[in-house]
Each structure stands twice: as C-alpha cells, then as structure tokens.
C-alpha cells in the first residue's frame, strides 16, 4: 500500500490529511510537502490527521517529530488527531505523547490552535 496526502488550511493552520502507510518508503515525501507548505511562511500551526492512517513505522515517527521541531521553531503549535489504534499504540509507546498534544478530530484540533474552522 502507499501514501497519501492531502494538504488544506484554515487561516495559519496548516492541516495535513496522511491516508495509507507512512513508512521508511514514504516518509521522504511527506516530509518534502510538509516543508515546502512550511517554508511559505503563511503558517503557524500545524494539524496532522490520522484518520486514514492504517500503518507507522519509526521513519514515520521520525517525520512527525521533526515536523513538531520545525513548527515550534517558528513559534506555533502542532496538533495530531483521529488517531487509529494500532498507530496510536506506537505513539505512545515512543512517549510522543509527552511532547504532543492529540485530539479526537479535526475541528477540536485546528480549534485548539486558536482559529475557528
């Protein structure tokens, strides 16, 4: 199976839709989008949706973590929602949770950053 991913916003908050596998083979590409979308300088936030994630291995969690470092450089927040639970399992396994606040879906969490949706 491969990857997809969808790319929207909400004002500065940059939501990232992730459907399929995100693994050492397409963990490159979804952190060159994810950064071409940052390096605008139009947003602040970020919002990554799990909904349709149906596997992550640890090149997964290395681009999660690097994008959280690269949003909190530039002074904004990013958020992870709709968690599936075998991903969710490897999330808070590796203590990603600790850094990275999840919510239940996509409103909660753009909301959360401060715009409404």
Known sequence: MSLTLQIHHSRNVLIVRLCGELDHHTAGKVRQMIEAELEK???????????????????????????????????????????????????????????LPIYEDEHSAVSACGVAS
């Open 41 to 99: 300088e139009i947003y602040t936030h970020l919002v990554v949706n799990l909904a349709d994630l149906d596997f992550m291995d640890s090149s997964g969690l290395g681009v999660i973590l690097g994008r959280y470092k690269r949003v909190t450089q530039l002074g904004g927040k990013m958020m992870l929602c709709s968690i599936r639970p075998s991903v969710y399992r490897l999330m808070e396994m590796s203590g990603l949770f600790k850094i």
